[in-house]
């Protein structure tokens, strides 16, 4: 800063030192008239300076800056610095401004922006989506004048930044949103809405799942223990009624039991940690093991084949699929009327492995085709618990299928039967093995749940 004086000091210095000269040589009269033409010179330059400066901060991104020497070339350059600074803040903010804006358009939740006086200052594409808000055409206006629900005006007189609103969206009643205030800015709200539709689905599956299982439970329980209490109540019953009593709390028993195996196989087959097996399928000689099995459980009912139409194998999980397929084959046995027919199938088509299984049983409305893999989803509850499902079956088909990349293609008329396709892609077909001991030994018959 003490630099800035030396200029002006020296040429006053030599101001005054030629006005000493003049006074010595020609008197104060010449002196005194150098000092007025120097004093009006200083005055009408420093006017002509003010006016470029002014003209300059008018319009800095028009006029040129202005160029001076001395103490204004100073002035100049400095101002001329903060200029470029401030170009370059203004840039640095632009770009930061820019980058939010791009950021907070590709966020999936909707944001809005409120003032203090609830108007909308800025909101991003998704709360179109969500509340049927425009950022162009409702700048400006009341949040409250848009959103008139009830519900929605008392959660914004709440002011409560810790509440969550759960509501339907205003434009879409499928979709559940859940609403929240965040204070922004000095008196500024940011509305903030997520979409929780699956969220919501998800934690009513849980609900439902609970309540089913409470179900399910409930009535095997209840005959095995009023049985038991009948037992303990009449200790010298006939043989042949105790008999009758202990075989049907065997059956519950065994109920119980098949509804655990196979809420366990569920629990299995959705870990992480379940390790996937990748192996061999001889599924020739499995479609063979499932042949006997459905004439085991028919006992005589049904008129069951099997069409061999490809000696393809699998590469998969040999448990799983022995599971996968072996509910698909129960539940045509449990659900086709005696005299009925279950045909079963093994073939390549289009470059995919398709095991089948069709009945001739009552059909399924083509309604509850979609929900059928849903955990116990039932067409006809009384009719499945007289058969002996647990509502769990296809469920666990469909996690088996999920986890080989196969799918499962249901087709089905009422009145006259259905046909369910487990669908392999092709990188799981394999060839044939040529020696005779390299089939892969089948499990253990497993119960097949429906």
Same mark, same amino acid.
């Given at each position: 800063?003490?630099?800035?004086?030396?200029?002006?000091?020296?040429?006053?210095?030599?101001?005054?030192?030629?006005?000493?000269?003049?006074?010595?040589?020609?008197?104060?009269?010449?002196?005194?008239?150098?000092?007025?033409?120097?004093?009006?010179?200083?005055?009408?330059?420093?006017?002509?300076?003010?006016?470029?400066?002014?003209?300059?901060?008018?319009?800095? +991104?028009?006029?040129?800056?202005?160029?001076?020497?001395?103490?204004?070339?100073?002035?100049?350059?400095?101002?001329?610095?903060?200029?470029?600074? !401030?170009?370059?803040?203004?840039?640095?903010? =632009?770009?930061?401004?820019?980058?939010?804006? /791009?950021?907070?358009?590709?966020?999936?939740?909707?944001?809005?922006?409120?003032?203090?006086?609830?108007?909308?200052?800025?909101?991003?594409?998704?709360?179109?989506?969500?509340?049927?808000?425009?950022?162009?055409?409702?700048?400006?206006?009341?949040?409250?004048?848009?959103?008139?629900?009830?519900?929605?005006?008392?959660?914004?007189?709440?002011? %409560?930044?810790?509440?969550?609103?759960?509501?339907?969206?205003?434009?879409?009643?499928?979709?559940?949103?859940?609403?929240?205030?965040?204070?922004?800015?000095?008196?500024?709200?940011?509305?903030?809405?997520?979409?929780?539709?699956?969220?919501?689905?998800?934690?009513?599956?849980?609900?439902?799942?609970?309540?089913?299982?409470?179900?399910?439970?409930?009535?095997?329980?209840?005959?095995?223990?009023?049985?038991?209490?009948?037992?303990?109540?009449?200790?010298?019953?006939?043989?042949?009624?105790?008999?009758?009593?202990?075989?049907?709390?065997? +059956? /519950?028993?065994?109920?119980?039991?098949?509804?655990?195996? %196979?809420?366990?196989?569920?629990?299995?087959?959705?870990?992480? +940690?379940? #390790?996937?097996? +990748?192996?061999?399928?001889?599924?020739?000689?499995?479609? !063979?093991?499932?042949?006997?099995?459905?004439?085991?459980?028919?006992?005589?009912?049904?008129?069951?084949?099997?069409?061999?139409?490809? %000696?393809?194998?699998?590469?998969?999980?040999?448990?799983?699929?022995? =599971?996968?397929?072996?509910?698909?084959? =129960?539940?045509?046995?449990?659900?086709?009327?005696?005299? @009925?027919?279950?045909?079963? #199938?093994?073939?390549?088509?289009?470059?995919?492995?398709?095991?089948?299984?069709?009945?001739?049983?009552?059909?399924?409305?083509?309604?509850?085709?979609?929900?059928?893999?849903?955990?116990?989803?039932?067409?006809?509850? =009384?009719?499945?618990?007289?058969?002996?499902?647990?509502?769990?079956?296809?469920?666990?088909?469909?996690?088996?299928?999920?986890? /080989?990349?196969?799918?499962?293609?249901?087709?089905?008329?009422?009145?006259? @039967?259905?046909?369910?396709?487990?669908?392999?892609?092709? !990188?799981?077909?394999?060839?044939?093995?040529?020696?005779?001991?390299?089939?892969?030994?089948?499990?253990?018959?497993?119960?097949?749940?429906?």
């Amino acid at each position: 800063m003490m630099g800035f004086w030396w200029r002006p000091l020296g040429v006053l210095a030599g101001v005054l030192l030629v006005a000493l000269m003049l006074w010595a040589g020609s008197g104060w009269v010449a002196a005194l008239g150098f000092l007025a033409g120097i004093q009006a010179f200083v005055m009408l330059r420093r006017l002509w300076q003010e006016y470029r400066l002014a003209r300059w901060l008018e319009s800095p +991104d028009e006029v040129e800056p202005p160029e001076a020497t001395g103490t204004w070339g100073d002035i100049f350059y400095r101002l001329q610095k903060l200029q470029r600074r !401030q170009h370059a803040s203004r840039s640095e903010l =632009s770009n930061a401004l820019e980058q939010f804006e /791009h950021a907070a358009q590709a966020v999936p939740d909707a944001m809005v922006i409120l003032n203090g006086s609830e108007q909308i200052e800025w909101c991003n594409p998704a709360s179109r989506k969500y509340m049927g808000l425009d950022c162009e055409r409702d700048r400006g206006q009341f949040i409250r004048y848009l959103m008139r629900q009830a519900y929605f005006l008392d959660f914004l007189d709440a002011g %409560d930044y810790s509440r969550r609103l759960v509501c339907k969206s205003p434009v879409n009643r499928e979709l559940t949103l859940s609403l929240q205030l965040v204070p922004f800015g000095e008196s500024q709200k940011l509305l903030l809405a997520r979409d929780i539709t699956d969220l919501e689905r998800v934690d009513a599956m849980r609900r439902d799942f609970i309540a089913n299982v409470s179900h399910e439970l409930r009535t095997p329980l209840t005959v095995v223990g009023g049985f038991v209490e009948t037992l303990a109540d009449a200790p010298d019953l006939p043989a042949a009624e105790s008999r009758h009593y202990f075989n049907l709390m065997l +059956d /519950h028993t065994r109920r119980m039991q098949h509804l655990l195996d %196979d809420l366990l196989t569920l629990s299995r087959l959705e870990s992480d +940690d379940h #390790a996937f097996k +990748d192996e061999p399928v001889n599924v020739p000689e499995m479609a !063979q093991a499932l042949k006997a099995e459905a004439e085991s459980l028919s006992r005589g009912r049904h008129r069951i084949s099997l069409r061999l139409d490809s %000696d393809a194998w699998l590469k998969g999980s040999l448990q799983e699929i022995r =599971s996968a397929l072996g509910n698909l084959v =129960s539940n045509a046995v449990r659900y086709t009327p005696e005299g @009925g027919e279950i045909t079963l #199938a093994w073939q390549v088509r289009g470059g995919e492995g398709a095991f089948s299984v069709t009945d001739t049983g009552e059909g399924i409305a083509a309604e509850h085709i979609p929900r059928l893999t849903e955990r116990f989803y039932r067409v006809d509850r =009384s009719r499945s618990r007289e058969t002996g499902g647990t509502g769990l079956g296809l469920a666990i088909v469909k996690h088996v299928l999920t986890r /080989h990349g196969a799918r499962l293609d249901i087709r089905s008329t009422p009145g006259k @039967g259905s046909t369910f396709s487990a669908v392999f892609p092709a !990188q799981r077909l394999e060839a044939a093995a040529v020696a005779p001991d390299a089939a892969t030994p089948l499990p253990e018959r497993s119960r097949a749940a429906g």
